[in-house]
């Protein structure tokens, strides 16, 4: 990461990860083409931080990859306290890790600490490379944030 930090899309993840959403809608606009799906999942993580719920869907809408698409679109609805709607979407994604990071955030929404911790390592444990890089710090983010709204 630290190698290929001066790449828009590694910039941007960067930016993300530390929650600098500023920067990160500066360096979405700077990637080129074959880059469109990464600036979308990134803009629908920033609406989400907004609290641009509205906008984020409609983002989210639009991502080709169905594992993605399902999983904001699951994350959003839990946001928004649509249950039955986030049970129908969760099951529609196919890799555990985003599974075990939804099932974290339902946790910490209702309150159980211990539960929402259990399935955010689950989701650290069963990720890989650039995944589980983003996961670990925006946990460790988060933990060290005093007005803190999401697990992950």
Same mark, same amino acid.
């Given at each position: ?6 790449? +828009?899309? =590694?910039?941007?993840?960067?930016? $993300? ?38 906008? &984020?869907?409609?983002? &989210? ?9 399902? =999983?904001?679109? &699951? ?21 555990? +890790?985003?599974? =075990?990071? $939804? ?12 539960? &929402?911790?259990? =399935? ?25 944030? +005093? ?6």
């Amino acid at each position: 990461m630290k190698k290929r930090i001066k790449h +828009p899309y =590694y910039a941007l993840t960067r930016a $993300l990860v530390h929650k600098q959403f500023e920067q990160a809608e500066q360096y979405a606009e700077q990637l080129k083409k074959g880059y469109e799906e990464a600036k979308k999942l990134a803009l629908v993580h920033i609406y989400i931080e907004k609290g641009e719920l509205e906008e &984020a869907e409609r983002v &989210a809408n639009d991502i080709q990859n169905e594992t993605a698409r399902y =999983y904001n679109q &699951a994350l959003i609805a839990l946001l928004r306290g649509q249950e039955d709607r986030f049970e129908n979407l969760k099951k529609k994604v196919k890799k555990h +890790p985003f599974c =075990y990071v $939804l099932e974290a955030e339902r946790a910490f929404r209702n309150g159980d600490q211990k539960e &929402a911790e259990r =399935y955010g390592n689950l989701a650290i444990s069963t990720s890989r490379g650039l995944q589980r890089y983003v996961l670990v710090r925006s946990l460790e983010h988060q933990q060290n944030h +005093p007005n803190r709204q999401t697990f992950f």
